[in-house]
């Protein structure tokens, strides 16, 4: 499995920015996806974006669609999630998530996923 170590939450004000950083050790596989997801309080975590360690085609859950964006960074086993124009509902827990064994699940299910962060608080106020 991957171990994955999230940093970057904090408090911001709404319209406000972020980036968070998530680190990967272990054995990571180009072909696999590495994604964020959130969880707001008294809700179920969901998904935010994905995409492959080698890049390419990057999925978006239409509430961050034009603000949030997805990279890798493969020499630091890195991935970053850009925040900009932030919301008070874009507070929540979020959490990087990676694949490490093959799965026909879809990059916006967890389902997919086998290795998670501890997560890291995003504040949003308004």
């Known amino acids: 499995q991957v171990q994955l170590v999230e940093s970057g939450g904090g408090l911001v004000q709404a319209g406000g920015s972020l980036r968070l950083s998530c680190a990967a050790s272990?054995?990571?596989?180009?072909?696999?996806?590495i994604g964020w997801f959130r969880q707001a309080p008294g809700k179920e975590r969901e998904f935010v974006l994905a995409?492959?360690?080698?890049?390419?085609?990057?999925f978006y859950a239409n509430s961050v669609k034009g603000r949030f964006a997805i990279s890798t960074d493969n020499a630091k086993n890195t991935v970053y999630l850009q925040m900009n124009s932030l919301k008070p509902e874009d507070t929540a827990v979020y959490y990087c998530?990676?694949?490490?064994?093959?799965?026909?699940?879809?990059?916006?299910?967890?389902?997919?996923?086998?290795?998670w962060g501890q997560g890291t608080q995003v504040t949003v106020s308004s």
């Open positions: 998530a990676a694949q490490s064994t093959y799965g026909s699940s879809r990059p916006y299910s967890r389902d997919l996923y086998d290795s």
């Open positions: 272990g054995r990571t596989f180009s072909g696999y996806y």
């Open positions: 995409i492959r360690w080698s890049g390419g085609s990057t």
